[in-house]
C-alpha cells in the first residue's frame, strides 16, 4: 500500500503532501450556498455572464433612469399573475424582450439579493451561449438596443417612450456663398458623437460638431438655383436636445501606419453641468447622470459604471477610507533613497516612471475626495455608486476625475439629465410580480436561515483502531480507495458543543463494541493525510472538559481516533504527537538504487539514520546525508545536524534524500596559509543585480561575517552608510542580524571552498525572519517587509498597505517570475508565506482589487457533436474566461447554443478532448473553478447533450460500449454508458456490465474485451487468466504493480478511465484469431500525425468580429 503511494518528482503519480479536508468548514458545505442579501449599498448588481460586463452597465444606468424604469414597470404584459398574460401584446419575441426585461427591472428593485442574472434577457434578444462570451461595444449596444425598444413598442400606448427622453434632431445645413440658398436636412440621434482627439473637454468637442466647414475645390456643393458647383458653408445645428442626454466619447480610431485599431486615452475633461444652451435654443443646463467606463485596450477590456442615484434609494457612506496623503515627508523613509539609486538610470525612463507614479497617487486621491469642480447644484456631488458587474459600491464624486483619461481606464458613455426633468416618485412593482418576489425573497430567507444554522453544525468522523495498519512507526489507513474523512461513523456536533459533550457521546456511540471506553483507550484528533498516514495532533485529554469544539479548534470532518493503550508498537508512535510531527515519505536513493523511507518530521537526524541503518544494513557512523530540494541546492547534512529535526531542516515529503558511504566521500578544500598562518578559502562573490556575474575572492577564515560584509563593500564599490546584507545562495537564505558577528567558518560547508554568497543591499532580517520586496509596478523600486515564513498573507497585506498607503481591500498581490512580472495571485489570504511558496527574497507586486492578468484568463476550444456518433466532433467556440469561472457557470454560458441545445443544466456533461481528438475526462464538480479542475491555457472540451441527468456518483467511469464484427471487421453500435462498480472495479464486474448493457444472453466465457488505445490508435485485450475460483476477487498475496488490473481496472495495465472506447466480440463456442484491429485504424493515427505537424506551422485563425444583433431588429 505504502509503496504505490511512493512516486519521485517528475513521475506521473507524484503530488505534494497535503491534508484531507471537507470543501467546507462546516456541514453548510454539504447544501448549495444561497444567495448573497443585497450589498451594503442597497443595491443588486448583475452577473457577468462571460463578458456581458458592457451589457451590465448599460442597463444597470437603464433601471437607475428614474422615468424608463416608471415606463417599464407600467407595462401591462400579465393580468393577475405572471400565468396569465394580457393581450397587450401578442405572443412572441416583443413581448418576451419586454416580459424579459420588466422582470430584470422589477428584480433589481425589489429582489434580496446581491446579483441577478441577465441570462433570461439576453434568451430573449436570441442570443445563443456564443454571444455573450463575446464583448460588444456599449455604444453599438445601446444604438441597436434603444432601436430595438422603440420599434417594440410601436402601436402600443407606450410608442413615444423613447422619442420623448432619449431622441433629439439635428439640423444639416447647407449655405450657397454665391446665392445664399439653404438646404436643410433633418436627422434623429440617439446620441450625440464626440471627437476626443486634440479637444480638452466636452465644451469644445460641441463647438467642433456645431462649427462650419467651407466646401471647396474637389468637395464644392451643386447649388440648384445655380445650377452649378459652388463654394459653400455646411453646419450641423442641434434642433431638438433629448431629456435624457447621451454623449458618446469617441475614443477609438484606426491608425493608417500600423492597421491597427487604437485607444484615444488622452485627458478629456466632462463637467457636473453642462449649459446646453449654448447650442440649441430653449435648452438649459443637464446635469450629469451616469457615466459608463471602459478599461482597456482597443481589442479588449472591462466596462463599468458610474451612476448617481437620483430617488436615493441607496446607503450612500463612501468615508471611512484612510486618507492617502500626498506630501513628500509622508512617504515611506526610505523612498528618497530609492530615488538617488536611480539617477544612474536613463533619463527618459526614469521621467516616465515618475509619470506614472504622479498619475498613481493622484487616482488613488481621487477615490477619498469630492470632485473639485464649480457646480450650481451641490446635489451632484452626493449619491454615486459604482456598478461593476455583481459588486455595487457607493464611491466620492472625486473618482469621476479619475476616468477623464490618462491611463487605460477612460469615460467612454456620459448621459446626462434636463435639470428641469422632475424626478418622480419611486416606481410602484406590478401586481403581478409581488407573490413571485414575495416567494422568492422568502425561500432566499429561509434557505439563508438553514445554511446559517448549518454552518454552526460540523461532523467528526469516530475511527476505531481496526481501520489501520501499523507502517514504518506511522498509522496507515488500510482502505486507500474511500477518503479518510469518510470512514468511520460520522456525528453531527454544534460547534458551541464541549468537549465532555463529544467524549460522552463517543461514549455511548461504541457502548456496545468498546465498554468504557476512555478507561481501556486512548482518543487523538488526528488529520489524514494525502499520503493515506494518519497525522497525530493531540489526545482529547489534553484539552478542558469545558472547552466548545471552536474554541478548541476541532474542525468539521476532523477524525477522532480511538487507540487501544498498552501496545508498545502503537505507543511508540504516539510519542510523536503535535503539529509538528507530521508523517512524510522520502524519496531514498543508494549506490544507484531508490527506495522509500517512511518518517516523521518530529524525528532527528539521528533516528532517521538508525532507520536507514536497519533498512541498508550500512554502520551507523559511516552513514552520509545529502538533501536534494526540489527548489534546487544539494545540502550536506552534518553531524552538528544529527540533533536537529527534519521539520527544522525543512524535509517535506517526497524529497530526494541521498545516502553515501562516508569513505568515499572526499571534500574538495581549497585551503591555503599566509604568512600569519590564517586560513585562505576561495569563495564567490555576485551583486544582486547581476546574479550571471560571480567573481572568486579568497577571504580569511578566521573573519567574522561582518568582516566579509565590509570586505564586499570595497570590491563592489558600495558608499560608506549603505547597509548590505550577505545571503548564501546554497539554501537561499540571508545571514540574519544575530549572526553578523559569529565566525564564517563556523558557517556548515564553508571550508570545503566555492562557496557562493550574493550581496544586497539593505538591512539583515532579525534571525526567523525573511525580506519580502513589494513594489507596484516591475520598474519601481521595491520597499521591503521583514516577516516571518509563518505569517499569513492577509498579515503581509496588512504590512505592504501600511508602506504602499492603500487599504488592504483596495488591492491584492501577486508573486513575479524572475522577469519582475506578475504571474499569479495571492488569493488563499489565510495561507502562510511558506504554504503559498513565497520565499526570502521575492518581489510582490501590489495590484488593483479588480485587475485580470492575462495569466488568469483560461483560453479554451469548445466542440460539439456533428453526428451520432460520439467521435464525430467539430469545433464550436472559442472562449477566454477566468480561472476561477465555475464548471456551472461554464454550462450557464453555453446553454443557449444552438448546435448543443440541451435541455437544462443537468442535462449538459462537459468533457476533455485528447491531443487525437477523442472524448475523455468528464467534469463532474459543478463547483469548483477552471483552474482547480485543471482546465489550463488551449484545452479542448467537448459539451454533449444527455438524455438523462449524470448519476452523483465519483467512483464511475464514462465508457462507450460497441460490438465488434469480425467479418468486416470494423465496430458497430456504440452507445455512451456510465460504468460504476464501486472504487475498485474488476474485470468479471466489466463483463458482466458490457453483456447487460448490451442486452446478450452470452455468458462471460464466450465474449472477450478490449479497449481502445486513443493515444497510440491500438487495441488491448482486457482479461483475467486465472482460474475460475479466483477470478474476480483479490487473492491473500498483493498482485504487482503491472498486474492490479486484474483486481482494479483504474490501475495498470488498464488504467479505466473517462471516454475508454470498449469492444465486444462474440467468440461462440471458442475463441477466434480476431485482434480486435479496424481498417480505419491506421489511417487515423496518419491524419493525426500530420495535424500534428501542421499544427506546429500555423497558429489558429482569429474569429472574426461580429455585429450585436437583437433577435429580427
Known amino acids: 500500500m505504502i509503496e504505490d503511494l511512493f512516486a519521485e518528482e517528475g513521475d506521473e503519480n507524484y503530488c505534494v503532501l497535503t491534508a484531507e479536508q471537507a470543501k467546507s468548514d462546516s456541514l453548510a458545505g454539504e447544501m448549495q450556498a444561497p444567495p448573497q442579501s443585497r450589498s451594503p449599498s442597497g443595491f443588486v448588481g448583475l452577473l457577468n455572464q462571460g463578458s456581458t460586463c458592457y451589457l451590465n452597465s448599460l442597463f444597470q444606468a437603464l433601471f437607475m433612469t428614474p422615468e424608463l424604469r416608471s415606463a417599464i414597470f407600467s407595462l401591462p404584459l400579465c393580468e393577475n399573475s405572471l400565468s396569465e398574460l394580457s393581450s397587450w401584446l401578442p405572443e412572441g419575441q416583443k413581448r418576451d424582450i419586454l416580459q424579459a426585461l420588466q422582470e430584470l427591472f422589477v428584480k433589481l428593485a425589489f429582489i434580496d439579493e446581491k446579483a441577478i442574472s441577465t441570462a433570461n434577457l439576453t434568451r430573449s434578444f436570441g442570443w445563443t451561449g456564443e454571444e455573450v462570451i463575446v464583448q460588444h461595444d456599449v455604444q453599438e449596444l445601446s444604438r441597436v438596443f434603444f432601436d430595438c425598444l422603440d420599434r417594440t413598442l410601436q402601436g402600443t400606448s407606450f410608442s413615444e417612450l423613447i422619442s420623448n427622453y432619449c431622441k433629439g434632431k439635428f439640423i444639416n445645413v447647407t449655405i450657397c456663398s454665391i446665392c445664399g440658398n439653404e438646404s436643410a436636412r433633418e436627422e434623429d440621434f440617439g446620441d450625440i458623437g464626440l471627437k476626443v482627439k486634440n479637444c480638452k473637454n466636452v465644451y469644445e468637442s460641441l463647438d467642433h460638431l456645431v462649427r462650419e466647414d467651407i466646401l471647396d475645390g474637389n468637395n464644392q456643393y451643386f447649388c440648384e438655383l445655380c445650377n452649378k458647383k459652388v463654394n459653400a458653408i455646411r453646419l450641423t445645428k442641434i434642433h431638438k436636445i433629448p431629456q435624457l442626454l447621451t454623449l458618446s466619447l469617441n475614443r477609438f480610431e484606426y491608425d493608417m501606419k500600423t492597421y491597427e485599431r487604437q485607444k484615444i486615452t488622452q485627458n ?551 522577469l519582475k512580472e506578475p504571474i499569479s495571485a495571492l488569493k488563499q489570504e489565510n495561507y502562510t508565506l511558506f504554504k503559498a511558496a513565497v520565499k526570502d527574497g521575492d518581489l510582490l507586486l501590489a495590484k488593483p482589487i479588480d485587475t485580470v492578468l492575462d495569466t488568469e484568463m483560461v483560453k479554451m476550444f469548445i466542440y460539439t457533436n456533428t453526428s451520432e456518433d460520439p467521435f464525430d466532433i467539430k469545433q464550436t467556440l472559442e472562449l477566454s474566461l477566468p480561472e476561477e469561472t465555475q464548471l456551472k457557470q461554464l454550462k450557464e454560458m453555453l446553454l443557449g447554443n444552438q448546435e448543443i441545445n440541451p435541455r437544462s443544466l443537468p442535462f449538459m456533461r462537459i468533457r476533455e478532448i485528447t491531443k487525437t481528438l477523442w472524448p475523455g475526462k468528464v467534469y463532474k464538480e459543478d463547483l469548483k473553478g477552471l483552474k482547480k479542475l485543471s482546465i489550463s491555457f488551449g484545452a479542448n472540451l467537448l459539451a454533449e447533450p444527455k438524455e438523462i441527468a449524470d448519476p452523483g456518483s465519483f467512483t464511475g467511469v464514462y465508457i462507450y460500449l460497441c460490438e465488434r464484427n469480425t467479418v468486416e471487421k470494423k465496430i458497430e453500435n456504440i452507445i455512451s454508458c456510465f460504468f460504476d462498480a464501486g472504487g475498485c472495479p474488476n474485470v468479471d464486474n466489466l463483463y458482466d456490465f458490457a453483456i447487460k448493457k448490451l442486452g446478450k444472453d452470452w455468458g462471460i466465457g464466450k465474449i472477450t474485451l478490449a479497449r481502445f488505445k486513443s493515444q497510440s490508435f491500438e487495441w488491448e485485450i482486457i482479461k483475467d487468466d486465472r482460474i475460475a475460483e479466483e477470478r474476480g476477487k483479490l487473492l491473500g498475496t498483493k498482485a504487482n504493480n503491472t498486474g492490479q488490473g486484474i483486481y482494479n481496472l483504474k490501475k495498470g495495465p488498464y488504467f479505466l478511465k473517462d471516454g475508454d472506447l470498449i469492444a465486444v466480440k462474440f467468440n461462440g463456442d471458442g475463441e477466434n484469431d480476431d485482434d480486435f484491429v479496424c481498417e480505419g485504424d491506421a489511417k487515423a493515427r496518419e491524419e493525426y500525425y500530420k495535424r500534428k505537424q501542421a499544427s506546429k506551422k500555423t497558429n489558429r485563425p482569429a474569429r472574426p468580429e461580429k455585429a450585436i444583433k437583437i433577435g429580427d431588429f
Open 268 to 818: 478629456f475633461e466632462y463637467p457636473l453641468e453642462v449649459d446646453m444652451g449654448r447650442y440649441c435654443q430653449n435648452a438649459d443646463v443637464y446635469e450629469l447622470f451616469a457615466v459608463i467606463i471602459h478599461g482597456g485596450s482597443a481589442h479588449s477590456g472591462h466596462y463599468h459604471a458610474y451612476i448617481r442615484d437620483i430617488l436615493r434609494e441607496g446607503n450612500w457612506n463612501p468615508g471611512n477610507e484612510p486618507q492617502v496623503i500626498k506630501k513628500e515627508e509622508e512617504k515611506p523613509k526610505n523612498q528618497k533613497k530609492h530615488k538617488q539609486s536611480r539617477k544612474n538610470k536613463n533619463k527618459r525612463k526614469n521621467q516616465g516612471q515618475n509619470k506614472k507614479k504622479k498619475n498613481s497617487e493622484e487616482d488613488t486621491t481621487y477615490e477619498y475626495k469630492d470632485l473639485a469642480r464649480p457646480c450650481m447644484n451641490e446635489e451632484l456631488l452626493r449619491n454615486w455608486f459604482d456598478f461593476n458587474d455583481s459588486n455595487v459600491t457607493a464611491i466620492r464624486s472625486g473618482k469621476l476625475q479619475k476616468q477623464f483619461g490618462g491611463s487605460n481606464e477612460t469615460a467612454y458613455i456620459l448621459i446626462y439629465r434636463d435639470k428641469n426633468l422632475k424626478n418622480p416618485s419611486a416606481p410602484v412593482m406590478p401586481k403581478y410580480w409581488e407573490n413571485p418576489i414575495k416567494s422568492l425573497n422568502d425561500s432566499n430567507n429561509e434557505h439563508r436561515v438553514k445554511y446559517e444554522e448549518l454552518k454552526t453544525f460540523i461532523e467528526l468522523q469516530i475511527q476505531t483502531f481496526e481501520l489501520f495498519d501499523i507502517n514504518d512507526d506511522a498509522l496507515v489507513y488500510k482502505n486507500t480507495e474511500v477518503q479518510a474523512i469518510q470512514q468511520g461513523i460520522p456525528i453531527k456536533f454544534r460547534q458551541t458543543d464541549t468537549v465532555e459533550d463529544l467524549k460522552n457521546t463517543i461514549t455511548v456511540t461504541l457502548i456496545d463494541d468498546i465498554e468504557e471506553v476512555f478507561t481501556t483507550h486512548q482518543v487523538y484528533i488526528a488529520q489524514p493525510l494525502s499520503n493515506k498516514c494518519a497525522h497525530l495532533l493531540k489526545p482529547l485529554d489534553s484539552i478542558e472538559n469545558s472547552k466548545t469544539l471552536k474554541e478548541s479548534a476541532i474542525w468539521h470532518k476532523a477524525c477522532i481516533l480511538i487507540l487501544p493503550r498498552c501496545n508498545k508498537i502503537l505507543e511508540r508512535i504516539l510519542d510523536f504527537t503535535g503539529e509538528v510531527c507530521e508523517p512524510i515519505m522520502l524519496n531514498c536513493y543508494y549506490e544507484g538504487d531508490k527506495f522509500p523511507l517512511l518518517v516523521n518530521k518530529a524525528w532527528t537526524i539521528f533516528k532517521v539514520k538508525e532507520k536507514i541503518q536497519k533498512v541498508l544494513g550500512v554502520p551507523f557512523e559511516k552513514i552520509e546525508l545529502r538533501m536534494r530540494k526540489a527548489e534546487g541546492g544539494d545540502k550536506k547534512i552534518t553531524r552538528k545536524d544529527e540533533d536537529s529535526t527534519l521539520n527544522e531542516l525543512k524535509f517535506y515529503h517526497s524529497m530526494n534524500l541521498t545516502v553515501l558511504p562516508i569513505e568515499e566521500h572526499i571534500p574538495m578544500v581549497e585551503l591555503k596559509k599566509n604568512d600569519e598562518g590564517e586560513g585562505l578559502v576561495t569563495i564567490l562573490l555576485n551583486e544582486e543585480n547581476t546574479p550571471d556575474k560571480a567573481i572568486q575572492h579568497l577571504v580569511v577564515s578566521q573573519w567574522k561575517v561582518k568582516d566579509l560584509i565590509e570586505d564586499c563593500r570595497k570590491v563592489f564599490n558600495f558608499a560608506e552608510g549603505v547597509p548590505l546584507r550577505l545571503r548564501k545562495l546554497i539554501d537561499k537564505k540571508v545571514i540574519c542580524k544575530e549572526d553578523i558577528d559569529g565566525y564564517l567558518k563556523n558557517i556548515p560547508e564553508f571550508m570545503d571552498g566555492g562557496y557562493r554568497f550574493q550581496v544586497e543591499k539593505g538591512e539583515p532580517p532579525a534571525y526567523g525572519l525573511i525580506v519580502v520586496k513589494i513594489a507596484l509596478n516591475c520598474d519601481d523600486e521595491p520597499n521591503e517587509l521583514f516577516v516571518k515564513e509563518t505569517d499569513r498573507i492577509s498579515e503581509v497585506k496588512q504590512k505592504a498597505s501600511e508602506v504602499l498607503g492603500f487599504a488592504p481591500d483596495k488591492f491584492k498581490m501577486y508573486r513575479t517570475d524572475w
